[in-house]
């Protein structure tokens, strides 16, 4: 484990910087890259705005928009002091899928003022990762900006959903189970559970009890969101203690250490608990095979089996938008990219990924349903899965596109 004085000395001077792409070492480059010739692109995007994609760094630009409202694991902590976060998402970005990114930290909060900057954004950048922004009014945020004419996407809803996902599909392969048949308890209704509660819904899942700080949300309640209340359902399990009796599926977003020994031993057979409070999970994965050796167990931490990570989904999802100039991303995009996940982790893992883990072999298996994040097979298969999806919903602006000659250009 890294010391306090490890961590700061790390972030000195901040982690990103801006590198020049092009030449500038002469008179001659000094007056093609600013005045005078920096006029003639200018004057051709003047004529089509179109051509910025083609004349600036706009194709492979993310802005990280957060206001600071809800960073991971440490809450409302304001805008300035986001930073970091901000900056080390550019940084994954840039490492896993060389998308270029720029942390833009902001100082206003309500939902207008946060719709109203990423509007005025738009022309500087090819899409808008929204990072860290509180729920509800992330939902409130994503949903107004859909029809801004590149990709937006509030990672922190739909990177858990998909990376989740992802490894609920393998789970019920491995125990023979159906997305028709399971009980699902969703713990902790903020921004990551909804938009989970909503993907496996839309995959089939059909008995999905969501449960928050006060319980589980039921139609018999007076205080719900608008979004939790598209979830409530007529119950007589009041507590996470009674919601979990019976359950094929845990997804925990909520806070460390609530499951107890009789919780775990409750749940059906064959279960699935993804614990994914950090730093100290739901329940520790030792705790759980102590237990019973039939669950399946991931954590968002790096030192056990099965971790489920963002960085497996936001670079690569936006590297294929950014592609093929997807004007949104889309649910089909979403699954697309859940589903090459899905089918990466069947195959022997690379090379790349045995060095990196100091492993000589993983199987796909109870503690192998999801891949590592530093599989160099992650870009090419996910990136066009979700390129290919987003040309067949239509919301591609490129006119030709090849399979197969895409994905071999990332490998």
């Known amino acids: ?10 972030h000195l001077g901040g982690k990103i910087h801006t590198i020049a792409s092009k030449p500038m070492d002469t008179n001659y480059e000094l007056s093609l890259a600013y005045s005078p010739g920096v006029a003639e692109p200018c004057l051709e995007i003047a004529k089509d705005k179109e051509l910025a994609y083609v004349y600036t760094s706009k194709a492979n630009l993310v802005a990280i ?3 600071g409202s809800a960073v991971l694991g440490l809450g409302n902590i304001g805008a300035q002091a986001s930073k970091p976060v901000m900056e080390g998402k550019a940084c994954l970005f840039k490492k896993f899928a060389n998308v270029d990114a720029y942390d833009i930290e902001i100082d206003v909060h309500s939902v207008e003022e946060i719709v109203a900057f990423c509007k005025a954004l738009a022309p500087t950048v090819g899409g808008i990762n929204l990072e860290d922004i509180a729920a509800p009014k992330c939902f409130e945020i994503e949903a107004a900006l859909q029809d801004l004419g590149i990709p937006v996407m509030h990672d922190d809803q739909h990177g858990t959903a998909i990376i989740s996902t992802a490894g609920l599909m393998n ?4 125990s023979g189970k159906k997305f028709k048949d399971i009980k699902v308890v969703v713990n ?26 006060k319980g589980v949300v039921s139609k018999d309640r007076n205080d719900l ?6 979830f409530a359902i007529d119950s007589k399990e009041k507590t996470l203690k009674e919601a979990l009796k019976g359950a094929d599926v845990f997804l925990g977003l909520s ?3 609530i499951l107890d020994d009789e919780m775990v031993l409750s749940m059906a057979k064959d279960p699935v608990i993804f614990a994914l409070a950090n730093p100290i999970p739901e329940v520790m994965p030792e705790d759980v095979v102590r237990l019973r050796k039939d669950a399946i167990i991931g954590t968002g931490r790096s030192d056990y089996p099965n971790q489920i990570n963002n960085v497996l989904g936001f670079p690569f999802i936006f590297r294929g938008a950014l592609d093929v100039r997807a004007t949104k991303i889309t649910e089909n995009m979403k699954v697309a990219a859940a589903r090459a996940l899905a089918d990466l982790a069947k195959l022997p893992v690379s090379d790349a990924v045995k060095k990196a883990y100091e492993i000589n072999s993983l199987e796909f298996g109870r503690e192998y349903v999801i891949p590592k994040p530093f599989d160099e097979r992650v870009k090419a298969v996910v990136s066009t899965a979700v390129a290919a ?5 239509g919301v591609s602006l490129i006119k030709e596109f090849d399979e197969r000659a895409y994905f071999e250009s990332l490998k």
């Open 389 to 393: 999806a987003a040309v067949k919903d």
């Open 65 to 67: 928009v957060s206001d």
């Open 1 to 10: 484990m890294y010391s306090k004085k490890e961590a700061l000395e790390y």
């Open 188 to 213: 902790g209704a903020g921004a990551a559970g909804i938009a989970s509660a909503k993907m496996y819904r839309n995959l089939g899942v059909e008995h999905i009890i969501l449960v928050d700080s």
């Open 255 to 257: 806070a460390p250490k």
């Open 171 to 174: 789970a019920m392969e491995i």
């Open 225 to 230: 969101t608008p979004q939790k209340l598209e």
